[in-house]
C-alpha cells in the first residue's frame, strides 16, 4: 500500500520498492470540486498529473513525475440500488473494504483477485482479475464510470459498446481521474475452498475438466518440482461458518512467517532455491475452509516479490506450462516462488489482456532483492512464443511494436485518450515512450 507519509513527503514508492520517484507535489483531495480545480489549473499551466492508487503495480503505470494525486479520502460507498443490486463507491475505496461493506446490503462482487491492498480506481485501470473461466476481470464488472478528464470535466459514462467505454475498461489513467464507479453486484455468498497437491502430469492431462468443473480454480507449480498446488472453490449458501482459527493461523506461518525465512535464506544463498522450492512444493497445505466471498478470494502478502504476467489463449494454457516443467526441472534459475496460473472468461475492452478469448495467466515471481533479470528475461522470450500479451501493472518489457500487434484497437484507444485530455495531462514520461507520443 502506499506510503501517506513518503507521498506528504512528496515522494513515490511502490509496494514492491522497484519503483520510486522524488520530488513530487502531493495531492489528497477530498472532493470532486477539489479535482476539477486543480486539474484544470494544471490545464491552463502546464504540466502532469499521476493518480497512484495504493502503489500496488510492479510496473512505473503509477509512478508521477510531478503532481501525485491519492484519493485515500475519497473513499466509501456513494450509493446502493437494491433492486438493480448496482452499488456506486468512490474509487479510492481499497478493495478490502468493499466486501464488509456490501455484506450489509447481502450483496458481493461476482469475482475478486487475491490481494485486496489497491484501490478500486487503480485496479480496474490496470486489469486487476481473479480466476474462473465463466468470470471476469474486477474492470468488467462496472457498469458507470465517473472520471475528471484533462480538462478539469467531471465526464459521467455508462457502460456500453461505444469507444469511450471501450477505453475506460482499462484506462491506465489516461483518461483521468476516476473519482467513483458503479459495479454490478451479485447476492451475497459464501465460498468453499479446497487446497491440496496434484502432480504436474495430472495437471497436463486434466486442467481443462478441472477449469470447467469449479468455479474458482488455480494452480501453483514449484519450479522443478512434479508436485504443484491446486486451490479450488465452489459457491455455497451463507451459513454463518467460519475458518476455524488454528487452521487461520497454520496457513499464515507457512505462507508468510516460514515462507520469508526460506526466501531470506534464498537471498543470501541462492543455490538453497532448488531445495527450497522443493520444500515448498511438499509444505503446501491440504486442506478447506469456507467462508463469505470477500474472505476467502484474497491473501495476505507479507513476502515482498516482483512479479511478471502473461495472458495466453486457454488453448495454450497446458503446452505453456508443459514447456515451462520441461525447462525449469533442470533448475537453471535462481528462484523458488511459485508460478501462479489462473484463468479467465473473454472480454472486450481495448486493452483488455483477454482480446475477447478465454485466458489463462501465467504469474511469474522473484523474492525481493534476488536477481530477477536472468529468469525474467527467459519468461519473455517463452510468452512472445505463445504471443502472450503482459499485465500493465506487472513488470514487463513492453515497446509500440508489440502494443500495436496485441491490441489491434489501440488507434482506438489513443483517439479516446486525445479526446478527453487533449492537453496530455495525464501522461507520463513512462507513457510517451510507450505509445510514441510527443
Not at 475519497?74 to 450509493?79: H, V
Not at 522450492?277 to 463469505?292: F, I, T
Request: hydrophobic share 40%; net charge neutral; proline share 5%.
Amino acid at each position: 500500500m502506499l506510503s501517506i507519509k513518503k507521498m506528504r513527503q512528496g515522494r513515490f514508492e511502490n509496494w514492491a520498492g522497484n519503483v520510486k520517484k522524488e520530488g513530487c507535489t502531493p495531492h489528497e483531495p477530498q472532493t470532486i470540486e477539489e479535482i476539477c480545480t486543480f486539474v484544470s489549473q494544471v490545464y491552463e499551466k502546464g504540466g502532469m498529473i499521476r493518480s497512484v492508487g495504493a502503489a500496488h503495480s510492479f510496473s512505473p503505470v503509477a509512478k508521477p513525475e510531478q503532481h501525485l494525486v491519492s484519493l485515500h479520502h475519497m473513499r466509501g460507498l456513494l450509493d446502493v440500488d437494491a433492486v438493480t443490486q448496482q452499488a456506486t463507491f468512490w474509487g479510492g475505496t481499497y478493495l478490502h473494504e468493499v466486501g464488509p461493506i456490501l455484506a450489509r446490503y447481502n450483496l458481493a462482487l461476482e469475482n475478486m483477485g487475491d490481494i485486496a491492498e489497491q484501490t478500486i480506481a487503480g485496479a480496474i485501470s490496470t486489469g486487476t482479475h481473479g480466476t474462473g473461466l465463466k468470470l471476469t476481470s474486477l474492470s468488467n464488472q462496472v457498469v458507470k464510470w465517473g472520471f475528471i478528464d484533462g480538462q478539469g470535466k467531471l465526464q459521467e459514462v455508462t457502460r456500453s459498446s461505444d469507444a469511450l467505454s471501450q477505453s475506460l475498461h482499462l484506462s491506465l489513467g489516461l483518461l483521468g481521474v476516476i473519482v467513483y464507479v458503479t459495479f454490478q453486484a451479485v447476492p451475497l455468498y459464501e465460498l468453499q475452498y479446497v487446497s491440496r497437491h496434484v502432480d504436474v502430469a495430472d495437471t497436463l492431462k486434466n486442467a481443462h475438466l478441472i477449469t470447467q468443473a469449479h468455479r474458482h480454480a488455480e494452480w501453483f507449480y514449484f519450479p522443478g518440482q512434479k508436485k504443484m498446488q491446486l486451490k479450488t472453490m465452489r459457491q455455497v449458501e451463507p451459513s454463518n461458518q467460519s475458518e476455524p482459527y488454528i487452521q487461520h493461523q497454520i496457513d499464515q506461518f507457512i505462507e508468510n512467517t516460514l515462507f520469508q525465512a526460506l526466501s531470506t535464506t534464498c537471498k543470501w544463498y541462492p543455490k538453497a532455491t532448488k531445495w527450497v522450492s522443493e520444500l515448498a512444493a511438499n509444505a503446501v497445505p491440504n486442506g478447506r475452509k469456507r467462508g463469505l466471498s470477500y474472505e476467502i478470494f484474497p491473501s495476505k502478502r507479507q513476502v515482498r516479490f516482483v512479479e511478471i504476467e502473461y495472458a495466453v489463449a486457454i488453448e495454450q494454457m497446458t503446452a505453456v506450462l508443459e514447456e515451462i516443467h520441461f525447462v525449469l526441472k533442470s533448475h537453471p534459475f535462481a528462484v523458488h516462488f511459485p508460478i501462479e496460473i489462473r484463468v479467465a472468461k473473454g472480454e472486450s475492452g481495448f486493452l483488455s489482456p483477454t482480446q475477447e478469448q478465454d485466458t489463462a495467466y501465467f504469474a511469474f515471481h522473484m523474492y525481493q532483492g534476488m536477481d530477477e533479470e536472468p529468469y525474467f528475461k527467459w519468461v519473455h522470450t517463452l510468452m512472445k512464443k505463445y504471443k502472450g500479451r503482459p499485465h500493465f501493472g506487472k513488470m514487463n518489457e513492453l515497446d509500440y511494436e508489440q502494443l500495436q500487434q496485441a491490441y489491434p484497437q489501440l488507434p482506438l484507444f489513443l483517439e479516446e485518450r486525445q479526446k478527453v485530455d487533449p492537453q496530455g495531462v495525464f501522461l507520463t514520461p513512462y507513457f510517451k515512450e510507450l505509445f510514441q507520443l510527443t
